[in-house]
């Protein structure tokens, strides 16, 4: 019996690790992982920046994406799985009203639909975006968060197919027991290469310069790191590392501001004191 196809959506705010947990998915030999999917809107347009339009690892030039050659009424994942010889197709994308068409389009055939709702402490995700955005607050980087979580459990709920949560925490901490666990939720063997996907070579469209700096081992290309995220990624080993800078980093204004915000929210999100 030939195997079937799937597609597999990360969703969750964006700053949760999806880029980390894509990467280690795409390790395994049976699945590709697009990265943020939705960006191959962008291909080929020259008003976009070069890092929203091309491969992040290897840029204009890629194998896959660099003349994506897409056969008429074909969908994307389709062309994908016919481009890499993957089965398991994952997408990023945390536009939920592009996961929605996709959904649409790929009811129409007979291929299987995953999502994956990766969970992260809010404080964290907001911690982390106001590194990368600080001309924002605290609260609005929190009412984005609980909005996108209020939205992504709403889609959980009503989703065409088999829903499972894993924690970055947890998957960061733990890497093989929760892609073990991943692995069992997809129907496929765990490979060892998923955690330690820079042993791989992958395609991904879009997602953090940081876990990328990770599969390259340097900088360059469209992979460029700021000076905050060099001294965290260039100090630690190649490795994956649970990431908990918010607890030093998130200010008490912040914190307070949070959890006026997503403080009730956030009580089904956050890692414990006792867990680090
Ligand atoms: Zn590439």
């Known amino acids: 019996m030939r195997e079937r196809e799937k597609v597999v959506f990360i969703g969750g705010a964006g700053h949760s690790g999806s880029t980390l947990l894509g990467l280690m998915l795409g390790a395994h030999p049976e699945v ?11 291909l080929g347009d020259e008003s976009k920046p070069l890092k929203k339009r091309v491969c992040k690892l290897c840029g204009p030039s890629c194998p896959i994406w660099g003349e994506l050659g897409r056969a008429p009424g074909e969908d994307l994942y389709a062309t994908l799985v016919r481009r890499t010889g993957r ?35 809010g404080r964290a995700v907001v911690c982390s975006r106001l590194r990368k955005y600080p001309e924002r607050s ?29 924690r970055y925490e947890a998957l960061a901490s733990a890497p093989e027991p929760t892609m073990r666990e991943v692995a069992t939720f997809l129907g496929v063997d765990y490979a060892p290469a998923m955690s330690a996907p820079w042993t791989t070579e992958q395609h991904p469209l879009g997602g953090n310069n940081g876990t990328q ?20 990624y260039g100090a630690h080993p190649r490795g ?35 867990s680090t």
């Open 138 to 166: 605290a609260r609005e980087h929190a009412e984005d968060w609980a909005a996108q979580i209020r939205a992504t459990e709403a889609l959980a709920a009503r989703f065409p197919g088999t829903v499972l949560r894993v």
């Open 32 to 42: 590709f992982y697009a990265g943020e999917a939705r960006k191959s809107l962008f």
């Open 240 to 274: 994956i590392v649970l990431d908990l800078r918010w607890k030093r980093e998130l200010s008490d204004d912040a914190r307070a501001a949070f959890d006026e915000v997503a403080g009730d929210l956030n009580r089904a999100y956050a890692w414990g004191e006792e």
């Open 213 to 232: 700096f990770l599969m390259r081992g340097n900088e360059g290309g469209v992979v460029a790191l700021t000076d905050k995220t060099r001294d965290h």
């Open 87 to 121: 089965r398991i197709v994952v997408d990023s994308t945390k536009n939920l009203s592009w996961t929605g068409e996709q959904l649409e389009t790929l009811s129409r055939r007979d291929v299987d639909r995953h999502l994956i709702f990766l969970a992260r402490d």
